[in-house]
């Protein structure tokens, strides 16, 4: 193995972190007075929704932390484990890599558990007067409010070690004052003198707020125009200022700010190592008072390479517990040459079970550079709400919801969105395929379970999405498999392939000797897949859609029955009944029946096709890929089927009720439309011409020849 071209990327190197770009804003000076019963109220400088980053803006200088990584203190194996790779990445930079491979057995670094009411999210300094005002955000807090804020502030004085009180565990060689922010007050304490004074403090725990603030003299914290300081999280025992341990991890779970942290499964290797080490004077870092002072103002924009995006979702889905909450991160990949002046095609990478947004970064880097930056792709890698959640439920909404952020931020080529995804994800990426296929342009599946009567998993079973794929008819797929595989058998993605020949649609499915379910993180190449998704345009005015609802598994998307979620068994609210011009598509058995529609418009052409097969074998790429045996099935397109004409044919079985866009058709109704519609039992056609116009067809069983008559208005 050492001699072949995969050698270097077996070791692999590392994901470039991002680093912002800023933009500079106008200058807003805070003329507002900060009330600290007000909550979050009294301040007003934008977040950037970039994790591990800080700027100013209207007077406030902001932090933003990676959500979910308050696990505290590595344990000592891990602590030693972890500085031992730190330095031979410093000593041999390929193998920067074995860090993510870590991070696949043990994905956080802190002993833990993860400290909800201590995952601290935001940080903000403000000034007024004479006076610096603090506030924090945590991702949890409950009644009564025991989240606690630690501050260290370097005023200049001269430097000793010191102990650190308030029961945290740490001391500090450059710290010479100490603050404790809780629900009760704050106590300031001078850590040269031992002397104690207090300041006001309050929290709100109320919906999502979860906020801390102080405010402090600035004569006690800064040293003239600078502050200088660390922070960190913990809880205290009620009604108390005394920090409380959480099992291994220690009595304080995180630590902020924490910038320019490379590419890791959960972003808290830095602060865990630091913390066991009882010293977190690295993470010192500087605030301008006279920044804050003056308004100075900055926007950041993610720049190349792999950032964190933080969004907040929607309560109704969320809970204040665990990984569960509102405010939700993914990675955001831009790939080298990113340009915001330039459309951009855009992938979403869905990670497998127990993996964090980030972990398929940390682990298989290769698969963002080659999907990213030879497809000149950005990279969108949604988290997870628990372990095996499947996408199913509140994380589907999750996954759209990230998807809707970037649209809204890059600008991305809508008609070339596609979707790859390893095991679980691969699983979700049939799934997302198949309930939104007017969305994508193409998909790429690695060793993913198809769920029914295939053996997809050695735990559980999973809904089956064989059916759903007869969706795909506008979406090609590669499909990656291993031979040996025993979590994910080679029959599940053999299933998928034979549904895909058996309805004439087009697929790629590689087979790779040797590999088990694991082997593509470590060769660490993808260049079929990527062949596949580069150039891929999404089909936005076909002249056929042919479209199915299963009820049943529609259902279990909903609901995720078979997933870990929090929320398994409650629905969400997805209803997946439209695409393209058809829209309102509903089941006669709304419980378990399928609806199907076959509807094609006459006013495009459609060229014949002919599915071709093929199989051979795939030889190794420079890139590492290893050889693989392969069947396919293409397209070759013959002539057209005639001149446009204004009218329609649409065969329904098992529909109660659907609306056809006639404009989104193609078709008007200012010239004779014809339509012939074929049902097996009583349905309703609603034929719309833009929002106003409608016209209700109640058809019984039978073939229907219809001259459309004049429309009328929509009902309200």
Same mark, same amino acid.
């Given at each position: =193995?050492?001699?072949?071209?995969?050698?270097?990327?077996?070791?692999?190197?590392?994901?470039?972190?991002?680093?912002?770009?800023?933009?500079?804003?106008?200058?807003? &000076?805070?003329?507002?007075?900060?009330?600290?019963?007000?909550?979050?109220?009294?301040?007003?400088?934008?977040?950037?929704?970039?994790?591990?980053?800080?700027h100013?803006?209207?007077?406030?200088?902001?932090?933003?932390?990676?959500?979910?990584?308050?696990?505290?203190?590595?344990?000592?194996?891990?602590?030693?484990?972890?500085?031992?790779l730190?330095?031979?990445?410093?000593?041999v930079?390929?193998?920067?890599?074995?860090s993510?491979?870590?991070?696949?057995?043990?994905?956080?670094?802190?002993?833990?558990?993860?400290?909800?009411?201590?995952?601290?999210?935001?940080?903000?300094?403000?000034?007024?007067?004479?006076?610096?005002?603090?506030?924090?955000?945590?991702?949890? =807090?409950?009644? &009564?409010?025991?989240?606690?804020?630690?501050?260290?502030?370097?005023?200049?004085? &001269?430097?000793?070690t010191?102990?650190?009180?308030?029961?945290?565990?740490?001391?500090?060689?450059?710290?010479d004052?100490?603050?404790?922010?809780? #629900?009760?007050?704050?106590?300031?304490?001078?850590?040269?003198?031992? +002397?104690?004074?207090?300041?006001?403090a #309050?929290a709100?725990?109320?919906g999502?707020v979860?906020?801390?603030?102080?405010?402090?003299?600035?004569?006690?914290?800064?040293?003239?125009?600078?502050?200088?300081?660390?922070?960190?999280?913990?809880?205290?025992?009620?009604?108390?200022?005394t920090?409380?341990?959480?099992?291994?991890?220690?009595? %304080?779970?995180? %630590?902020a700010?924490?910038?320019?942290?490379?590419?890791?499964? %959960?972003?808290?290797?830095?602060?865990?190592?630091?913390?066991? *080490?009882?010293?977190?004077?690295?993470?010192?870092?500087?605030?301008?008072?006279?920044?804050?002072?003056?308004?100075?103002?900055?926007?950041?924009?993610?720049?190349?390479g792999?950032?964190?995006?933080?969004?907040?979702?929607?309560?109704?889905?969320?809970?204040?517990?665990g990984?569960?909450?509102?405010?939700?991160?993914?990675?955001?990949?831009?790939?080298?040459?990113?340009?915001?002046?330039?459309?951009?095609?855009?992938?979403?990478?869905?990670?497998?079970?127990?993996?964090?947004?980030?972990?398929?970064?940390?682990?298989?880097?290769?698969?963002?550079?080659?999907?990213?930056?030879?497809?000149?792709?950005?990279?969108?890698?949604?988290?997870?709400?628990?372990?095996?959640?499947l996408?199913?439920?509140?994380?589907?909404?999750?996954?759209?919801?990230?998807?809707d952020?970037?649209? +809204?931020?890059?600008?991305?080529?809508?008609?070339?969105?596609?979707?790859?995804?390893?095991?679980?994800?691969?699983?979700?990426?049939? =799934?997302?395929? *198949?309930?939104?296929?007017?969305?994508?342009?193409?998909?790429f599946?690695?060793?993913?379970?198809?769920?029914?009567?295939?053996?997809?998993?050695?735990t559980?079973?999973? &809904?089956?999405?064989?059916?759903?794929?007869?969706? /795909?008819r506008? !979406?090609?797929? !590669?499909?990656?498999?291993?031979?040996?595989?025993?979590?994910?058998p080679?029959?599940?993605?053999?299933?998928?392939?034979?549904?895909?020949?058996?309805?004439?649609?087009?697929?790629?499915?590689?087979?790779?000797?040797?590999?088990?379910?694991?082997?593509?993180?470590?060769?660490?190449?993808?260049?079929?897949?990527?062949?596949?998704?580069?150039?891929?345009?999404?089909?936005?005015?076909?002249?056929?859609?042919?479209?199915?609802?299963?009820?049943?598994?529609?259902?279990?998307?909903?609901?995720?029955?078979?997933?870990?979620?929090?929320t398994?068994?409650?629905?969400?609210?997805?209803?997946?009944?439209?695409?393209?011009?058809?829209?309102?598509?509903?089941?006669?058995?709304?419980?378990?029946?399928?609806?199907?529609?076959?509807?094609?418009?006459?006013?495009?052409? =459609?060229?014949?096709?002919?599915? %071709?097969?093929?199989?051979?074998?795939?030889?190794?790429?420079? !890139?590492? !890929?290893?050889?693989?045996?392969?069947?396919?099935?293409?397209?070759?397109?013959?002539?057209?089927?005639?001149?446009?004409?204004?009218?329609?044919? #649409?065969?329904?079985?098992?529909?109660?009720?659907?609306?056809?866009?006639?404009?989104?058709?193609?078709?008007?109704?200012?010239?004779?439309?014809?339509?012939?519609?074929?049902t097996?039992?009583?349905?309703?056609?609603?034929?719309?011409?833009?929002?106003?116009?409608?016209?209700? /067809?109640?058809?019984?069983?039978?073939?229907h020849?219809?001259?459309?008559?004049?429309?009328? #208005?929509?009902?309200?």
């Amino acid at each position: =193995m050492s001699s072949s071209p995969a050698h270097a990327e077996i070791i692999g190197r590392v994901l470039t972190p991002a680093v912002a770009t800023v933009v500079r804003l106008p200058a807003q &000076p805070p003329t507002s007075p900060v009330r600290l019963r007000s909550g979050i109220k009294d301040w007003h400088g934008r977040l950037s929704h970039l994790a591990g980053t800080a700027h100013y803006d209207r007077g406030e200088w902001i932090y933003e932390d990676y959500p979910d990584s308050a696990y505290g203190a590595a344990a000592p194996g891990t602590s030693q484990l972890l500085t031992a790779l730190g330095l031979l990445a410093g000593a041999v930079p390929a193998s920067q890599r074995l860090s993510g491979a870590v991070a696949f057995v043990q994905a956080a670094a802190g002993a833990g558990p993860l400290v909800d009411q201590a995952d601290l999210s935001q940080l903000r300094f403000t000034i007024r007067g004479a006076d610096l005002y603090v506030l924090a955000r945590t991702t949890a =807090m409950h009644r &009564p409010a025991r989240s606690a804020l630690l501050l260290l502030f370097d005023t200049g004085r &001269p430097a000793a070690t010191r102990s650190i009180p308030f029961g945290s565990g740490l001391h500090t060689g450059r710290a010479d004052v100490a603050v404790l922010v809780t #629900a009760r007050g704050a106590r300031i304490v001078d850590l040269r003198s031992g +002397r104690v004074t207090r300041a006001p403090a #309050a929290a709100d725990p109320s919906g999502y707020v979860n906020s801390l603030e102080a405010r402090l003299p600035l004569r006690r914290v800064a040293d003239g125009g600078r502050l200088r300081l660390v922070a960190a999280t913990g809880i205290v025992a009620p009604h108390s200022f005394t920090l409380v341990s959480n099992g291994q991890g220690g009595p %304080v779970a995180k %630590v902020a700010p924490r910038l320019h942290e490379p590419v890791q499964a %959960v972003y808290d290797r830095a602060q865990a190592v630091a913390l066991a *080490a009882h010293d977190v004077d690295r993470f010192f870092t500087q605030v301008s008072l006279h920044r804050l002072r003056d308004g100075f103002s900055q926007r950041l924009l993610p720049g190349p390479g792999y950032n964190v995006r933080t969004v907040m979702t929607p309560k109704r889905y969320s809970r204040e517990s665990g990984t569960d909450g509102a405010l939700r991160q993914y990675g955001l990949y831009l790939p080298s040459g990113f340009s915001w002046h330039r459309a951009v095609p855009a992938t979403v990478v869905l990670r497998g079970s127990s993996m964090t947004a980030n972990s398929f970064a940390a682990i298989s880097p290769n698969l963002f550079r080659q999907l990213g930056d030879e497809n000149g792709a950005a990279l969108i890698s949604p988290d997870g709400r628990s372990g095996f959640d499947l996408f199913e439920g509140a994380t589907y909404r999750d996954v759209d919801a990230d998807i809707d952020d970037a649209e +809204r931020l890059l600008p991305i080529d809508p008609n070339r969105l596609t979707v790859a995804g390893y095991s679980m994800g691969g699983y979700a990426t049939y =799934m997302f395929g *198949a309930t939104q296929p007017d969305r994508f342009a193409a998909l790429f599946s690695i060793e993913g379970p198809v769920g029914g009567n295939q053996p997809s998993t050695t735990t559980r079973g999973l &809904p089956d999405v064989i059916p759903a794929l007869a969706n /795909l008819r506008a !979406e090609p797929i !590669e499909i990656y498999e291993g031979d040996v595989d025993a979590n994910v058998p080679i029959t599940n993605g053999a299933a998928a392939a034979a549904r895909l020949r058996a309805l004439g649609f087009r697929y790629r499915f590689d087979v790779f000797p040797g590999h088990t379910h694991f082997t593509y993180g470590i060769v660490d190449d993808y260049s079929l897949g990527e062949h596949l998704l580069r150039g891929a345009r999404r089909v936005t005015h076909p002249a056929v859609v042919d479209f199915t609802r299963n009820m049943t598994y529609e259902h279990a998307v909903d609901l995720g029955t078979r997933s870990d979620l929090p929320t398994a068994g409650h629905s969400v609210g997805l209803r997946f009944d439209r695409a393209w011009f058809v829209s309102a598509l509903r089941a006669r058995d709304p419980r378990n029946g399928i609806a199907h529609i076959d509807v094609r418009t006459f006013a495009r052409q =459609m060229r014949s096709v002919q599915p %071709v097969r093929s199989a051979g074998v795939d030889p190794a790429t420079p !890139e590492g !890929e290893l050889p693989a045996l392969f069947v396919a099935q293409r397209w070759a397109r013959g002539a057209s089927d005639g001149p446009p004409r204004n009218a329609f044919r #649409a065969q329904l079985t098992g529909v109660s009720h659907v609306t056809l866009d006639l404009a989104g058709m193609g078709l008007s109704v200012q010239r004779r439309l014809v339509a012939t519609i074929r049902t097996d039992g009583r349905t309703t056609v609603v034929l719309r011409d833009g929002r106003r116009s409608c016209r209700a /067809l109640h058809l019984g069983r039978g073939t229907h020849r219809v001259v459309v008559p004049t429309l009328g #208005a929509c009902p309200a």
